[in-house]
């Protein structure tokens, strides 16, 4: 049977509506590009003449952005950790960047974790991103005797002793892989503040609306401090689902799927990853997010095109802030 004209008159009528309703709910480009958007890169130390080289160029590239930070990871286990002073003392004498150094507790006396804290201090760094670390293996990862027995424990020991540092804590929207329940973990984080933590930096996460969700449970728990996203791009997919399992962030069943067969086609990769990420950000940007951190595996490519995507452009020499205006 067909309509009649003024049946199909109303029937374009409706589409029309639809379609208003549908561009009005969401508009294009979805997170419009806009200024407010800061960033924040994390470096690994290097451990051999090619992956120095790699971090130099690295930070090249990165640097012109106008990071409000970047930090540098500190091994638990101990084997990294000279390699992590040296690579802030190279980050402080030759960029003007704010530089974070990363520092866990577990495994280490009270004494010899102050001792780190000052020498970040006599390098410059004003910034501080404390953790308990992972257990090392083989152990339940008690606090040793005269230890910091967790995070919360580290950050109350530096605020006692420095009232100066800015100190960044872990945040884990999809819950940490240890903790006893998501409440015990939120508890966790808001032990963190209290103890005097300026803002938070979370694991990694796929789930954007996870991240969301965790973000009005802390709203909701009396936690008014920032906590901003941990992105990470994607440079190799077996690593990153393997990181993942360990570290508990669910990985979408789309994420393989996506990366399926381009292990020897890096430029198809790279365009994907790229993709993933940007749409992350824009849709956290989409919801008032305006802070992203920024896991760069010093690779700069990926992250440098998200924050293109993003709206954050070079910055001239003159204009950037420098750990000394900090
Ligand atoms: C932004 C960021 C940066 C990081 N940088 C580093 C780094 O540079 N070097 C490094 O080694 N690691 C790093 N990590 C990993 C981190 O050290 C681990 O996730 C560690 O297991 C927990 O550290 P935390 O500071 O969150 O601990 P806490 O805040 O003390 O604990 C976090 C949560 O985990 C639970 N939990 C932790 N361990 C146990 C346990 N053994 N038993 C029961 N519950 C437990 C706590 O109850 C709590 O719910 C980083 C993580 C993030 C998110």
Known sequence: MTSSPLEQAEQAEEIVDNTAARLARRPWPATPIRPGIDVSFEFFPPATAASEAALTSCVDQLEP?????VSVTYGAGGSSQDRTIDTLRSLSETTQMNVAGHLT????????VDAVVDEYRSLGVRRIVALRGDAPAGTDGSAVAGGYATAADLVAGIRARHGDL????AAYPEVHPKAESAAADLDA?????????????????FDTDAFLRFLEAARSAGITQQ???GIMPITNVANVIKFSQRCGTVVPAWLPD??????????VRHLVAATVAAEQCRRLAEHGVTSFHFYTMNRPELSAATCRILGVRPVSDGARRTAASA
């Open 65 to 69: 952005l106008d990071p409000t930070f």
């Open 105 to 112: 507790c577990v495994g280490a006396t009270k004494n010899h």
């Open 189 to 205: 984080l808001k032990k963190k503040f209290d103890a005097g933590a300026d803002r938070a930096i979370t694991q990694f996460f």
């Open 227 to 229: 906590i901003i996203p």
């Open 166 to 169: 800015d100190i960044a804590v």
């Open 258 to 267: 996506l990366f399926d067969g381009l292990d020897d086609i890096a430029d």
